[in-house]
């Protein structure tokens, strides 16, 4: 974290009890992060799965990517760790991965924020997320990585974006256990958000000082169509779900209750929640300018969602509405653009600026991380029949060639120069620091 004098080092200076340090006036996150998707299922036409690492040459080539993070000065950074490797039958477990890549992160001064689940499971898991022993799965594996690391990495996000997990698996189908349509959403998002409550509780009977950061996609919904309001507003709705979800927050006044049920919940499944919900203590935001915004018409009568390139005010929007909702810490745990090198620049420069808007209304937006560090291999490739060189992605602060060697852009002296300035370039946090500790300790 690149921050002012008075803050430690991010990871394992923020323990549970180190938490009031995120909302010191001074205090800013700076990060980065490697794509880390795992689809560890083949495509019936393709026989292709979808590991990241694999793709991006990341298994072999994690010691120099590391040191390119090292290089930026970042003191933090998310980073997966593949569980169908770690876990690759039920009861064995292999850590030699996990082992040589937190230590090294350790050793050159970073500490990472574990991303325990990225989309796939070990295939062993039969039904993936509607496995009835998931969340237990989830837990255990959860349990050995805290136990593993103990008193040396405070921060795990237990499953990264449960909204978009519950999309492709559950709503499009294309993903474990492929199931289609709004039934299928809510059915696989029940299980993921339960896995999410029992990794927490998990992880914290391992060490109360772990800090639990709640990742997730988030949108903005818009239309300027009158008869499509009510539902613009439940799709708006369904982006807070799963933290909704976590949390306890839906109980019969909520607006999703009687949707939900309509879906297929029942009442004891959403009781559950309010009986074993979880504090949330830092929230972190994945958004993009091409894919965050979405528009909603009815051409013809037909439902149609547009996606224009969004500008930087997003954030400011959505940076309220997720404090006003929760009153808790926020970062942005992803965001970059797609193309060019100048309009990922002009992209990082905006977007900064909106940080600093939020931060001096007194919003605690406490980090910032450009994601990915390089390029990646997009999600079309599992069913498409082009080489991976075809679905590289130039989003990331190093392009990838088409050898994966990783070239070196102009943005990195920029982030970097950005991680130096600790909050200067987003300014300080405004208003009162009382006020915003009394709602995260």
């Known amino acids: 974290m690149g921050s002012g004098p008075s803050v430690g080092r991010f990871g394992v200076g923020l323990s549970k009890s180190q938490l009031n340090n995120l909302t010191e006036a001074t205090a800013f996150l700076w990060a980065t992060g490697i794509e880390d998707t795992f689809i560890t299922d083949p495509w019936p036409q393709t026989g292709r799965t979808l590991d990241e690492y694999e793709l991006t040459n990341h298994y072999e080539r994690w010691r120099s990517d590391l040191n390119l993070m090292a290089a930026l000065g970042v003191r933090t950074a998310r980073y997966g760790i593949p569980w169908h ?3 690759p039958a039920r009861g064995v477990w292999d850590w030699s991965w996990a082992d040589q890549t937190l230590e090294y992160l350790l050793q050159v001064g970073i500490d990472p924020i574990v991303d325990l689940v990225h989309y796939g499971l070990p295939r062993w898991i039969d039904g993936a997320y509607l496995n009835p022993e998931f969340p237990q799965y989830m837990a255990d594996y959860a349990t050995r990585a805290a136990e593993r690391f103990r008193g040396r990495i405070h921060l795990y996000t237990p499953l990264n974006e449960p909204r978009v997990t519950s999309w492709y ?3 499009l189908g294309w993903w474990p256990p492929n199931r289609r349509g709004w039934t299928g959403f809510v059915e696989v998002m029940l ?8 990794t927490v509780e998990a992880l914290q009977r391992v060490d109360d000082e772990i800090v639990p950061v709640h990742v997730d996609a988030t949108d903005l919904y818009e239309t300027l169509d009158p008869s499509l309001q009510i539902e613009c507003d439940r799709r708006q709705e369904i982006v807070f779900l799963a933290l909704d979800l976590i949390s306890g927050r839906i109980d019969d006044t909520h607006p999703l209750r009687a949707w ?4 297929g919940a029942s009442n004891a499944d959403l009781d559950w929640f309010l009986e074993r919900k979880i504090e949330l203590n830092l929230i972190g935001i994945n958004l993009y300018p091409m894919f965050s915004r979405k528009v909603l018409s009815r051409p013809g009568g037909r439902l149609r ?3 224009p390139y969004s500008s930087a005010d997003i954030i400011d929007r959505l940076g309220e509405l997720y404090w006003e909702r929760y009153r808790v810490p ?5 965001t970059a653009s797609v193309g060019s090198v100048h309009r990922r620049s002009e992209w990082l420069q905006d977007s900064v600026q909106s940080v600093r808007n939020l931060r001096s209304r007194g919003v605690p937006m406490v980090g910032y991380t450009w994601w990915p560090l390089l390029a990646l291999v997009t999600w079309a490739y599992r069913q498409g029949t082009n080489p991976p060189e075809f679905y590289l992605k130039q989003m990331g602060l190093w392009d990838l060639d088409s050898n994966l060697n990783r070239v070196e852009t102009k943005l990195v002296q ?7 300035s600790g909050c200067a370039r987003v300014g300080e946090l405004a208003g009162a620091v009382e006020e915003r500790m009394a709602h995260v300790s």
């Open 85 to 87: 490797k770690i876990n």
């Open 330 to 334: 926020i970062f942005i745990s992803e």
């Open 414 to 420: 920029v982030y970097r120069d950005l991680v130096a």
């Open 191 to 198: 299980a993921i958000c339960r896995g999410i409550v029992r």
């Open 305 to 307: 969602m547009r996606m």
């Open 169 to 171: 698996c559950g709503k």
């Open 260 to 263: 939900l049920l309509r879906q």
